[in-house]
């Protein structure tokens, strides 16, 4: 089964977060892919509701791995789980960038979820530095070395440049990337960066790519939906 998953990023407060799930839900989505939206935190309430009852499954953007405490800012698994919440996003290269996300406190962060029972997209990716000094794959085992193969657990391959660029690995570049991350752990793997309808079909179409992470693309129904159907298999 393939799966897609929309980032809404910090777009889509609760009112237009309820909008865009009320047109998802009447929108024809294919048998076979496993869809998922991952909106932020203030919305994920509404889109549980309006979701209720359809195959979407709707995730957060970040969890934190202690169940409470004096963390101001941040929201653990338990609460999610609470809200109805099945998964969630983790180290996305925006909380590393910008958010002094280290492999550490992602690795943290992935264990508490999986702990507690939620799915989690753990996601990892190079820098275009990195590319272009050949360290791409030295990375990539570096970010995954703190994971666990787990069966709710995948992975999201998001080469940095390829993020909210218009730039897109090629097909071959990121079966390559998957490739290296499957021999050292056997999850699912999804590739993120600048997949848009017209790209997404020749990217699934690699065996190692089973599904993708998308985050602009899914602000849209129609985009979201014509990737979702470039997933069938
Ligand atoms: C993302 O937010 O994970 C992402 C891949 O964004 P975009 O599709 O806009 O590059």
């Known amino acids: 089964m393939s799966l897609i998953a929309g980032n809404w990023k910090m777009y889509n407060g609760p009112v237009e977060a309820g909008e865009l799930c009320r047109t998802l839900r009447k929108t024809d989505l294919p048998d076979g892919v496993e869809v998922i939206v991952c909106p932020p ?30 963390f101001t800012g941040e929201v653990s698994a338990p609460m999610l789980k609470e809200l109805g919440v099945y998964g969630t996003l983790v180290g996305h290269s925006e909380r590393r960038q910008w958010f002094g996300e280290t492999d550490d406190t992602v690795a943290r962060r992935v264990y508490a979820c999986l702990e507690a029972g939620l799915q989690v997209i753990a996601c990892v990716g190079e820098t275009e530095e990195q590319r272009d000094k050949g360290a791409t794959h030295a990375v990539l085992r570096r970010q995954v070395a703190g994971f666990e193969a787990d069966q709710n657990l995948v992975i999201a391959y998001e080469p940095v440049w390829a993020i909210g660029t218009g730039r897109t690995a090629t097909p071959d570049m990121a079966q390559e990337a998957h490739e290296t991350i499957k021999e050292l752990l056997d999850v699912p793997m999804l590739y993120g ?34 990737i979702c159907r470039a997933a069938i298999r």
Do not use: M, R, Y
């Open 41 to 70: 935190f203030v919305s994920l309430a509404e889109s549980v509701q309006v979701l209720a009852g359809t195959e979407i499954g709707v995730f957060a953007q970040n969890c934190h791995w202690e169940a409470e405490g004096a």
């Open 193 to 226: 960066g600048s997949v848009k309808p017209d790209n997404a079909a020749e990217l699934l179409a690699q065996p190692a790519i089973d599904g993708a992470l998308v985050g602009g693309a899914s602000l849209e129904v129609d985009s979201f939906a014509a």
